[in-house]
């Protein structure tokens, strides 16, 4: 156990540190000063929180979260919060760097945001998990809000949270305040296409990477590393567009055909927690899954699956990152020397914030859109971001992931020089 949190706490470590190395080698492309990247390298609030909650067995439990800011100067800052075992404070203060970037990466009005809160969900009651989340809104109540800091579903967090969440900040504020949170229940204020909106996000780029590379979709082999919410979604958009969905894996394996698997089928029979394969006897590692020979992988699981030891194995033409942070920087290199189109996390996986966003300008409207101009909408936002990336890339000669963080880290780095702050 204190094994796994050292490593833990090294991963959480790992990420910060080559956020922050992007970062600094982005802005000094960008031609700005030293004291830009003081400013950007870390949040410029952090909180941490003491939450005493009484558990069911009547004893008081209490939990440690945080809240990280990482950059208010464009606007409100905006991210989701975690509820896991293993969340740490430089993990939510890596996490809310790239909220900043993604939001930088398709142009909302903000910064970067995250939360966390170190518990398992999967063992506390439905009651416990509302004390919990009420109780965190008001250790927080101070430094958030519609026009400062406006939270979001993440790992291990639901539309049910949110829906609590919001209602104890109404209490707290006295009026109904659907804005300061997203990622909602529909009747409570929260946006058509919400649910499928990372899935929807890493289509439209697989789509926009696939005209560069004169890649049809229609016929083309894909392989998605993961089932679960973006994974799933994702599977079942390039089936429905005419894909062959060559592999798909979770936790303990991948399925291979190289014909195509049937996805409804396994949507069909999967679990909530995005568990599939144990079903069947005939699968694969997922080591072996990723070296496929294919036109297109997608990993949408965990951190840290292409690394120098297997990106000269990988055979796809494109990589999509839907998951945050499966390619390391040694990877990137080496994928980018073999001439395979990287579409890096902060872009790939910018859909859900583009939504998230949508939610909240319905919200401070009054006004909801139908799900056919949320869909257009964020077409719209995405298309143009991956171009603006790719063409950055392209004219900058540097690799899709550095490219996507000069774009991202611009406009906020702009706008604290405007403030006076840098
Ligand atoms: P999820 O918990 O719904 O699903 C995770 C999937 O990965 C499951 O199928 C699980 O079995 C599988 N998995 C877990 N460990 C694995 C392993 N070692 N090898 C292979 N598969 C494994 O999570 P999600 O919401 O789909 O998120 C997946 C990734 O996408 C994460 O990196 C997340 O940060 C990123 N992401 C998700 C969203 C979103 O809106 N869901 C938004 C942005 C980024």
């Known amino acids: 156990m204190v094994a796994d949190k050292q490593a833990d706490s090294q991963d959480s470590n790992d990420v910060l540190v080559s956020t922050q190395e992007v970062i600094q080698t982005a802005l000094n492309k960008l031609g700005y000063p030293e004291e830009a990247y003081e400013l950007m390298k870390e949040p410029v609030r952090m909180m941490i929180v003491r939450i005493p909650v009484r558990m069911d067995d009547g004893k008081i439990k209490i939990f440690t979260g945080y809240r990280a800011q990482h950059n208010d100067a464009v606007g409100p800052t905006k991210g989701g919060v975690r509820f896991h075992p293993n969340v740490t404070e430089n993990e939510v203060r890596a996490l809310s760097i790239w909220m900043s970037l993604k939001a930088g990466i398709v142009d909302l009005p903000y910064g970067g945001g995250k939360g966390g809160i170190i518990c398992d969900p999967r063992k506390m009651s439905f009651r416990e998990l509302e004390a919990l989340s009420r109780g965190y809104v008001r250790a927080i109540s101070q430094i958030v809000g519609p026009t400062k800091d406006i939270p979001a579903p993440d790992v291990f967090t639901n539309s049910q949270i949110m829906a609590w969440m919001m209602d104890e900040y109404s209490r707290i504020d006295e009026f109904n305040n659907p804005g300061f949170i997203t990622g909602k229940p529909i009747v409570l204020g929260g946006s058509h296409g919400r649910e499928s909106a990372t899935a929807k996000g890493v289509t439209i780029c697989i789509e926009e990477a696939c005209k560069k590379r004169g890649i049809d979709i229609k016929g083309a082999r894909v392989i998605v590393q993961g ?21 798909i894996s979770d936790a303990e394996g991948a399925l291979h055909d190289p014909d195509g698997l049937d996805i409804d089928y396994l949507l069909d029979r999967r679990d909530s927690f995005g568990t599939v394969t144990n079903l069947f006897e005939e699968t694969i590692s997922n080591q072996d899954m990723l070296e496929l020979e294919t036109d297109i992988l997608v990993p949408a699981a965990i951190e840290n699956q292409i690394t120098k030891d297997n990106a000269h194995n990988i055979k796809a033409s494109i990589v999509v990152e839907a998951a945050n942070g499966p390619t390391t920087l040694e990877a990137t290199k080496i994928l980018t020397e073999r001439d395979i189109l990287i579409v890096p996390d902060v872009l790939a996986s910018s859909g859900g914030v583009t939504v998230s966003y949508f939610e909240w300008v319905q919200n401070n409207q009054g006004y909801y859109w139908k799900e056919e101009e949320v869909q257009e909408k964020l077409r719209e936002v995405l298309v143009k971001a991956f171009n603006n990336v790719y063409t950055t890339s392209q004219n900058r000669q540097v690799d899709m992931r550095l490219a996507a963080y000069m774009v991202g880290v611009r406009k906020m780095t702009e706008a604290a020089r405007f403030r006076g702050w840098i």
């Open 227 to 247: 089932f679960g919410n973006a994974g799933s979604f994702l599977a079942k958009f390039m089936y429905d567009m005419g894909a062959k969905v060559i592999a």
